[in-house]
């Protein structure tokens, strides 16, 4: 048994069934609620039909945005100088990345004409944030379906508060990836979906 791969499961195997989960008994992959594509198993119900929905739980309209509108996924990460928010109260942690930023693949950025450093406005259904360009050739295109996305990467450190905000009247004038993330959660965990999502993105 010290073998077995699922050191955290007492029998040390993967289990793949249960009763008691909402999206149970045998879950299955849906596509994030905001995706550019159609699950090819079932295109009419992509996203998971439990998934929980803050804003319907609250009675309000849901906010989803459509690939037409919003053209890119995003995700939402942490950095390693960083620790959730907190740390931007930290000032040799802020010196080492002071200021939110996003990440924006080098082909991507050249067809917009974006170069690090500029100003550049990232939008979802949801909101907006105004922040510096970083061009990288970390996040290169994906091929989803048979189309090329692009994906854009947003650390999600920045708020309203901390030492750069307090020098930076117009640093903490959005929430950075909270502004843009939809409001939903894993249907058992309620696990809030950041990791894929719909954005547009504008050189300002």
Same mark, same amino acid.
């Given at each position: 048994?010290?073998?077995?791969?699922?050191?955290?499961?007492?029998?040390?195997?993967?289990?793949?069934?249960?009763?008691?989960?909402?999206?149970?008994?045998?879950?299955?992959?849906?596509?994030?609620?905001? /995706?550019?594509?159609?699950? !090819?198993? %079932?295109?009419?119900?992509?996203?998971? !039909?439990?998934?929980?929905?803050?804003?319907?739980?609250?009675? &309000?309209?849901? =906010?989803?945005?459509?690939? +037409?509108?919003?053209?890119?996924?995003?995700?939402?990460? &942490?950095?390693?100088? %960083?620790? %959730?928010?907190? *740390?931007?109260?930290?000032?040799?942690?802020? +010196?080492?990345? !002071?200021?939110?930023?996003?990440?924006?693949?080098?082909?991507?950025?050249?067809?917009? $004409? #974006?170069?690090?450093?500029?100003?550049? &406005?990232?939008?979802?259904?949801?909101?907006?944030?105004?922040?510096?360009?970083?061009? *990288?050739? =970390?996040?290169?295109?994906? *091929?989803?379906?048979?189309?090329?996305?692009? +994906?854009?990467? #947003?650390? #999600?450190?920045?708020?309203?508060?901390?030492?750069?905000?307090? /020098?930076?009247?117009?640093? $903490?004038?959005?929430?950075?990836?909270?502004?843009?993330?939809?409001?939903?959660?894993?249907?058992?965990? &309620?696990?809030?979906?950041?990791?894929?999502?719909?954005?547009?993105?504008?050189?300002?």
């Amino acid at each position: 048994n010290a073998y077995l791969p699922f050191i955290m499961n007492g029998e040390g195997v993967g289990r793949l069934f249960s009763n008691g989960m909402v999206d149970g008994p045998f879950p299955e992959h849906y596509e994030p609620v905001e /995706s550019p594509v159609a699950s !090819p198993l %079932h295109p009419n119900n992509s996203a998971s !039909p439990v998934a929980f929905l803050y804003d319907k739980a609250a009675g &309000r309209p849901n =906010r989803f945005g459509t690939p +037409q509108e919003f053209p890119y996924i995003a995700t939402s990460y &942490r950095l390693t100088e %960083h620790e %959730h928010y907190v *740390t931007q109260h930290v000032p040799h942690l802020v +010196q080492l990345q !002071p200021k939110p930023f996003v990440e924006i693949p080098y082909e991507l950025a050249s067809q917009k $004409g #974006i170069k690090s450093g500029d100003q550049v &406005r990232v939008s979802s259904k949801r909101g907006k944030v105004e922040v510096l360009a970083l061009v *990288t050739k =970390r996040l290169g295109p994906m *091929t989803v379906a048979g189309q090329k996305v692009y +994906q854009i990467g #947003i650390p #999600i450190h920045w708020g309203y508060v901390g030492v750069s905000a307090d /020098s930076d009247p117009s640093h $903490g004038r959005y929430w950075l990836a909270n502004a843009l993330t939809p409001f939903v959660g894993d249907a058992n965990a &309620r696990t809030p979906e950041f990791k894929a999502f719909l954005v547009n993105l504008e050189k300002m």
